[in-house]
């Protein structure tokens, strides 16, 4: 069976993204990356994509609109071209783009729906507040932890009251600072 994945990068206080949606105050480097986009090549958005990469893990991506909305502003409606594409919202109009499917209500029903498909995993991108309400279907994460203090924004899991044992299985650390930490469901 398919699982949910959430592949998500988390400042030291436990924010994914800045009050205004910001996301470039993670510390990177090239090492880290090439590593991030060898390992991981299916979360790279298409436009930056390089070659004609296979997708590894990920055939599906799930995002909030905070998480659809930096691309879209650009004018890019498809920023995951390579993977089937699902915003979940309750306030986003449609979407002129058959590459993109706009989820009204009831992601639990859909990610359960998806998982009994074939097919690769499920990338959910964020946000806090779709993982929150996905808590109970996320089988994985892969956390990119960042040496930095937001200080106020997006919440890694926004949501009710719900202590969820995960078990980490592997970790690996960067030249930026950076630790990346791979957890399953306990």
């Not at 990610?111 to 009994?116: I, S, T, Y």
Request: hydrophobic fraction near 40%; aromatic fraction near 12%.
């Amino acid at each position: 069976m398919r699982k949910l994945v959430y592949y998500v990068g988390v400042s030291i206080d436990g924010y994914i993204a800045g009050p205004g949606g910001e996301f470039d105050f993670y510390p990177e480097s090239p090492a880290y990356s090439a590593w991030m986009t060898g390992e991981f090549p299916d979360t790279v958005p298409t436009h930056m994509r390089t070659g004609d990469v296979p997708n590894a893990r990920f055939d599906t991506v799930l995002m909030g609109r905070g998480s659809y909305e930096p691309a879209f502003k650009y004018g890019i409606t498809s920023p995951f071209a390579h993977l089937r594409q699902y915003v979940v919202s309750s306030t986003l109009g449609p979407v002129d783009d058959p590459a993109v499917t706009v989820v009204k209500d009831d992601p639990l029903s859909l990610v359960r729906e998806l998982k009994q498909q074939d097919g690769m995993d499920i990338w959910l991108c964020g946000g806090g507040k779709l993982a929150g309400t996905l808590l109970p279907e996320i089988d994985e994460m892969v956390v990119k932890s960042y040496p930095v203090v937001a200080g106020a924004g997006v919440s890694v899991f926004d949501g009710e009251f719900d202590p969820t044992l995960f078990t980490p299985v592997k970790r690996e650390s960067f030249d930026n600072g950076a630790l990346v930490t791979w957890f399953s469901r306990a």
